[in-house]
């Protein structure tokens, strides 16, 4: 195959055409629900978690955040009886999220959003939850996204790219054509990994990694998105 140099330099800063959005903790605040849930199955095994440790459960699958809470706390479970906690769990999630509103909606989502559909970006959504679907009829989401990628289409979980990676293989655009919106350690990392930009949503300090980190979606404009395919 012969290289072109000129495309290539172009690839490498590549215009962005695409927004993959991480769902937890970026566009509602179900992070705050998942805490909850989990505090309240290790408090039933007579185990707990700081905030720190809580910042390594977000963007990871429902039984690998159970692995490393039973890892913490020095307890071992049977495949069989992990499946039985890890639904425990669920159940109490989906017994909350289920009386969602779309008041939950973290701010400037909406605006967001809609200006983003605007400039003529392309959407996804990439999480890592199995209840997306729920969670977005619940704040009706759903309709900004051209594609859906959440846990029930994946194998692999963030860190790992294949959620926005196939997110960006859904939508037809190459991985340096995407900007990818998260608030959790492990999704930034998967970002990185897949060649996308990463816009942290909380804190810098947590965040390192990203390109750029905003509080919320509220402080964030069409314009800089065009400003960090530069970078
Ligand atoms: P579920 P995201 C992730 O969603 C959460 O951040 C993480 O805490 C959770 O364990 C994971 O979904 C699985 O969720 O139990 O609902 O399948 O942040 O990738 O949108
Ligand atoms: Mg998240």
């Not at 190459?174 to 990818?180: K, L, S």
């Not at 965040?207 to 750029?212: E, G, I, K, N, S």
Request: aromatic letters at 6%; glycine letters at 6%; a negative charge.
């Amino acid at each position: 195959m012969i290289e072109d140099r000129t495309t290539h330099t172009s690839l490498h800063h590549a215009r962005l055409k695409a927004c993959l959005f991480d769902l937890d903790g970026v566009l509602v605040d179900t992070a705050v629900y998942h805490y909850k849930a989990w505090k309240k199955l290790a408090n039933s095994l007579d185990l707990d978690f700081t905030e720190e440790q809580n910042e390594q459960l977000k963007g990871i699958s429902r039984i690998e955040s159970l692995n490393k809470i039973l890892a913490w706390g020095g307890i071992e479970k049977t495949d069989k009886e992990k499946q039985a906690l890890a639904t425990e769990k669920n159940e109490w999630y989906v017994a909350m999220i289920s009386k969602m509103t779309p008041s939950e909606v973290l701010p400037g989502t909406v605006a967001f959003l809609k200006a983003v559909k605007e400039a003529g970006y392309k959407t996804a959504l990439g999480s890592a939850s199995k209840n997306s679907a729920l969670i977005l009829e619940r704040t009706l989401l759903g309709h900004f996204f051209d594609e859906i990628v959440d846990g029930n289409l994946v194998s692999k979980s963030k860190p790992d790219p294949e959620v926005f990676l196939k997110g960006a293989s859904l939508l037809g655009v190459q991985p340096n054509e995407c900007v990818v919106f998260e608030d959790a350690v492990a999704g930034i990392e998967a970002a990185k990994r897949g060649g996308m930009k990463a816009v942290g949503i909380g804190s810098p300090t947590v965040l390192m990694a990203a390109d750029l980190v905003v509080k919320n979606l509220d402080q964030l404009t069409v314009r800089q998105l065009q400003q960090l395919s530069e970078l």
